[in-house]
């Protein structure tokens, strides 16, 4: 993961804002925290994730490296193209399933390097660096679906030492052209990787699939829940995270989950499991897809990114989490489990 030089961004750009949110940045203005609203569709349009990326990508005043799952969005697309005629260094990396698309397409002929992931496992990060200094990521894909028909969230956080991790491992992917690795390189491979920052007194730690046992470390902070686990999941057939939480369950703590209803009758499926177990959990309701991959502890350490709780994304493909301690963040999330539990 962790083989490219760390990097300093200029102190001005940690201090980038967005224009809309469907959240208020944090007290200290260093996050932005957004949802998709599938059953509002205005609201959405003004104020979700697309919107806010488009305008993340306006705002870039040096560089641009996104990590794209897929990218169908015509917004999406032609603010990166606006970026690249103003000068803006913009490079991306995308799942060699989807490198042959139209939007894909148009961003080659604007003259946006796009290196493509061509392994049968998937790219399925969804990030992005701007200007050194801000990291962007979550379960939003840049696609029209989980724009305006899926739940998803994405957060925005600006801090210059986390873009540096994140720009590590995209440098690893877009130059190195490595993907999928089990292990770093070399002998001694910790001495180079870098996994925590502390911003304001929040600690955040970022882990990237599958060279960070991603499953063992979640495992790990659920085994320290206290009173309460919710989770919001599109695919969730971990068998080891599934056992964990009914042992916590057993234990007193409160665990309670959503899971997508497609593939929830699968054998894999943690969700029988967990209504034999007499969980509260429930199936989503969204028509399309609940695409969450979220996991909030103790109602203030907060699990997002790409990784769903599945064999595939903590062994096979490119993912990436981030693990925050603080519980202004964790609430948001928590105010979007409650609607849709409630749903």
Known sequence: MKIFPFRLAAAAAAAFLFACSSVPAGKTGWWSVYFTRPDNPRLCALQGPRTALVRAIDSASSSLSGAFFQINSREITEALVRAKKRGIAVRIVTDGDYYD?????????????????KRRAFMHNK???????SVWTGSFNATDNCSMKNDN???MIRSPELAAIYLDEFDEMFTARIFGNRKNPGPFPWLGSRYHVNIGGTDINCYFAPEDDVERIILKRLAKARTSIHFMAFSFTSNAIGEMMIRKHREGVRVAGIFEKRGSGSRMCQYRKMVVEGLPVRLDRNIHAMHHKVIVIDGERLITGSYNFTRNADRKNDENILIIDNREIASEYLKEFGRLYGR
């Open 101 to 117: 698309s139209p939007m894909v397409s148009r961003l080659i002929s604007a003259g946006i390097e796009v290196v493509p992931d």
């Open 127 to 133: 990030f992005a660096v701007i200007d050194g200094a």
């Open 153 to 155: 969230n994405a957060i």
